[in-house]
């Protein structure tokens, strides 16, 4: 009885099966899709709605977007020496990565038991900003590069005629010839920006030209301490990944917001954490670029802390609000001011300031030679004073003494400097520029990284540092001890 039952509703979906192909052969399926399909929950309408956002501002921004193909000539043996001379360095095996392809370990994959010398190239991304040829990326996917390409969206490939570049804000302008008006992104403003605001982001992860993903505004006002300009960052969820660098973080009116620039990673890869330069930032600084060839900022010379809970209590402050002073510089435009040691900040020109990195973006865009107010609370109570603020003393384009054997630019380091870049070193020289197609350059070499030994001399002075590489290169071997915010790390290469 139960065998029969089993064998009737067999039979039963069988023929209903049967029955219904013989029904979608006598009609066009279509028709029977059209008459089948169920209403359309109100949800998928709201879905669809969003799709089409995110396609219209793709198909607005991708014509706009190029990749970047930058070639560095590896000298030989330069590698074979150190096991990882990027170790160390800002944005070298660390946490907090670039996102300029994987220019690094080819390199090592390169000159790893190769004394030949070599060519090593790596990706990165840019946008179009003007329609004469200007294209906006970050410094480091260009800097020390022998050769810069770019790549249009139609495949057509130019090489760049000029670059300017900031290493402080990581951003650079390069300039290519273009034969029509090329299409161009608008710059939108980071400051209308609201944390869980849609974002696309756009770039060559891997190679892979013209990807978007999709994500939000995680963040705003990240103050990242491991980069030597200890400035803001947009902070997104976005999948960026290497060979995303300079490539542009869009919002839902089609209007770049910021430059993909780093990721903060365990993998190696996209851990849903990446930080973008403010375009606010970007174009202020392109615009210097581009006019001058350098950024001129301000300075107020001081040394900043953010306000803890333990500092507040000590400070008698009820709310956690401001930064504190830590140390004025003498003779700066803060200490001509009246500012003190411990002094709070609470409003430059008229801004709220609630961390370091904050106050220095704010202070760095005023008009040097203008006067600003300043609030503060000094012993409870506050106080306003006007500071007149002076051109920054230590600017990349004109601080520092030349050492064309290695080519870089140094100063001694002071405390000062060794504040702002975030580390406790006391004494070596500290790299404020890289010359392109130099030794230091094809080394990985950056600004903000301390050289404290060269060989088994310690670096106090600037004519230490001399005498030293003299020595270096008459034994055609450059050993440098190197410090950042993230360690120190001993390098060794040829140098002839």
Known sequence: MGSKRWALLLAGVAGGAFGAIAILNSRPVSQVQAQEEPPRPEALAHADELSSAFRWVAKRTLPAVVSIRSVKKVPAGAMANSADPFRGLPFGDSPLDDLFGDLR?????????????????????????????????????????????????????????????????DVAVL?????????????????????????LAFGSPFGLDRTVTQGIISAKSRGLRNLPSRQEFLQTDAAINPGNSGGPLVNMRGEVIGINTAIETRSGGYDGVGFAVPVSLAQWVGDQLLADGKVRRAYLGLTLEDLTSELAGALDMAARRGVVVSEVRKASPADKAGVQVQDVILRLDNKEVSSRQQLISIAERLKIGSSYPLVAIRNGKEIELTVTVAEFPEQLADAGESMEELGVEVQVLTAEMAERLGMDATEGVVITAVKRGSIAARIGLQPGVVIARVGKTDIRTLDDFREALKAAKERGQLVLLLKTAKGTQLLSVPFR
């Open 105 to 169: 370990e080819r390199m090592r994959e390169q000159q790893q038991g190769d004394d030949s010398p070599g060519v090593a190239t790596g990706e990165g991304s840019g946008f179009i900003i003007s329609a004469d040829g200007v294209i906006m990326t970050n410094s480091h996917v260009v800097r020390g590069a022998d050769e810069v390409v770019v790549i249009l969206a139609d495949g057509s490939e130019h090489k760049v005629k000029d670059i300017k570049a900031d290493e402080f804000s």
């Open 175 to 199: 300039r290519i010839e273009a034969d029509r008006k090329l299409p161009t992104l608008p710059l939108g403003d980071d400051a209308k920006v609201e944390i869980g605001d849609w974002v």
